[in-house]
């Protein structure tokens, strides 16, 4: 009885092996998903994108949504991750969006290493930081539209990437309540 217990479950570890192993190696309904990020990615050579970003405009002292107004600067945030182990550096960028895209502070990316943009240096010190501002924009930019901003890399050559604006980071005011039908 003994025996014929330990054969059964034996039998059954193996289909249940059998079965797990069915889809291992086929493609699968998540391979060609986007991550869950609002930034654009992009890569070239061993430099690759990440959760590139305007950063979202202050809320003007009039009604209505935030906008970036033609001839307004924007704030950019990202993240440049070198996956080589020779350094790389970030030499310009530009966009026919804007008169100029000035970069301020690090741009040389070691090895094995990730150079963050944004407005703010990060609380960690060890993090490499940079500034990057699109200034001078020829056209008005809102929510939901993108602007292409070309990065030039000394090893890596040149990608474009595709910027949109930011979530806000408050959550948007609600109107009043409606009225409950009596």
Known sequence: ???????????????????????AGQITQTDSQEAAVNGAVAETGDI????????????AEREGPSVYPVGSDAEVKMAL??????SDELVSARSDDAQRVAVKGETVIPGDTALTIAPTRPNLDRLLHAEMTVEGLTREVRPGQTIKVVL?????GSVTVDLPIAAPAEPREEGPEPEPEH
């Open 1 to 23: 009885m003994r025996q014929r217990r330990m054969l059964g479950a034996a039998v059954l570890g193996l289909v249940a092996l059998a079965v797990v192993g069915c889809g």
């Open 81 to 86: 991750v070198n996956q080589s182990l020779t």
């Open 48 to 59: 690759l994108v990440r959760d590139a970003e305007l950063v979202y405009p202050e809320v």
């Open 152 to 156: 030039d890399f000394r090893r890596a």
